[in-house]
């Protein structure tokens, strides 16, 4: 076994040690669909949702939540720690390198967000009767998009703060900004256009554009795809400029 | 002897601060080599600079023929490195980070007796945040060898061990070298060193001071022995005097103290068993390498 599959094996059972995140990632949006689906009338198209299936909308959110706090809490916090606590360092004088480990890292997460996702749309089709996205493709690279972009925010944040605790603030500092612009609490359409519009710009905003669209069966507008590909591509070649292996 | 580490005026600047200052030294296959010196003295720098984790500015590094800042792939499958203030992740269990840095070398070495060995046999289903300082350390140390490595290195090995888990250690780093592997120590501590090395370099802002072996180091510094004891007859101490290496005779009461270097106390010893004096309550101290560092690099540890 290679030392990719071994540390991912062994970060992925980490992972499910950390009973909070895992509570965070897997149950607290089931929860949210659950809670919402069971309001009367709620699994039918909503008017002041531009006709979206209520359900479907909360999923939706349900979604965006998982994939921010992977990106901007939980990458930039837990990798820092490992910088800081010098695990990178110690995988620096064995054979394998430290970006393997950040590699196995990233992988876990990314299939903990699918499996996530897997379980927001099966419970809210089978529990709820909320139709299965109508554009599986599109509805499937929007979701890539969204943790791609959002998880090289992370590293990028990671990468200039110089501590765990910096890291994990810095991270805080661009959580909310982004969930209120891509309309997590007030739905987008209720927010000024000047915000909707730079919500569209969020790798949040754009990630929740397009898959709820996908969802829909309406084909996503290329520009949300463009601007979560950009998002990944300057985060992450930023990130991987400025990112520092050992402790400052 | 052959030399598994050559290093030729290894130089490391930070900014304009020369941290190691061309250092030069060989480490002969299946010795214990110490660094020792104070902290900020550039032991730790100069040994990442060995290991490939720092490169250096200058000067010429070659560990098992390979240089670190050109071959650090091959060189990391032929050494084990324990670091200075390194953690793990909390929740990894001790077994298992063990079977995880094993699975990284070509030919690793039995995790079950490893882990028996560094008193760990019991722990391996503990989580590393779980441990006590003493297991972390007993557990990096064990790290470092799961490789089978042809060379450790191990920065502040005894930190955090009690009295007892430290002689221990120093037992096992012998067993190590006993089976061939060389052993690079970074320490500041003398009993450490003078206990465990078959030589130490004295490091002092970033220059040697002083090589050679622990003894040797003390008598480079003229380090003087005090030996202790009561005569149970009457004894002229005048004579004691005239006798090779004593400097000076003193007496207590009973107690007669005699100051020396170098082999005088079994000249003193020869001189009264020759005389028939019997003595009680004998005792040698003072040969420390703890004053000879004192003498070598003008300070002592503590207050550096």
Known sequence: ?248 | MTAVIEVRGLTKKYGDQTVVDGISFNVDQGEIFGILGPNGAGKTTAVECLTGLRRRDGGEVRVLGLDPKRHSQRLYQRIGVQLQESQLQDRLRVAEALDLYASFYPHPADCRGLLDRWGLGSKGGTPFAKLSGGQKQRLFIALALVGNPEVVFLDELTTGLDPGARRATWDLIRQIRDSGVTVVLVSHFMDEVEELCDRAAILEQGRIAALDTPAGLVDLAGGEYQMRFRPTAPLDEGVLLLLPGVSSVTRHGAQVTVTGTRDFASAVTADLARRQVIVADLRIEGRSLDNAYVTLTGRSLETS
């Open chain 1, 1 to 248: 076994m290679n030392g990719f599959t071994k540390l991912a094996l062994v970060e992925g059972r980490l992972f499910l040690r950390e009973k909070f995140a895992v509570f965070g990632i897997f149950a607290f949006p089931v929860a949210l669909v659950v809670a919402f689906g069971l309001i009367p009338g709620f699994s039918k198209p909503q008017k002041s949702l531009a006709d979206q299936i209520g359900t479907e909308y909360i999923a939706g959110l349900g979604i965006a939540i998982v994939l921010v706090s992977l990106g901007l809490q939980v990458v930039p916090t837990i990798i820092a720690q490992y910088r800081e606590r010098g695990i990178l360092r110690r995988l620096a004088v064995t054979p394998v390198r430290p970006l393997t480990l950040l590699v196995a890292k990233m992988s876990v997460w990314a299939v903990a967000a699918i499996l996530s996702v897997a379980l927001i749309v099966s419970v809210a089709r089978f529990a709820f009767h909320v139709p299965l996205p109508v554009k599986p493709g599109w509805f499937v690279l929007s979701l890539l998009l969204g943790i791609a972009s959002l998880f090289a925010l992370g590293m990028l944040v990671t990468a200039v703060a110089p501590t765990a605790r910096s890291a994990t603030g810095l991270g805080v500092a661009l959580y909310f900004p982004n969930m209120f612009l891509a309309g997590i609490w007030i739905p987008a359409n209720q927010l000024s256009p000047g915000l909707q519009q730079a919500g569209n710009f969020t790798p949040l905003g754009a990630m929740l554009h397009a898959v709820r669209d996908s969802w829909m069966g309406i084909d996503p507008r290329l520009e949300y795809l463009g601007i979560m590909a950009a998002w990944t591509l300057v985060a992450g070649t930023l990130a991987a400029r400025y990112f520092k292996w050992d402790r400052a």
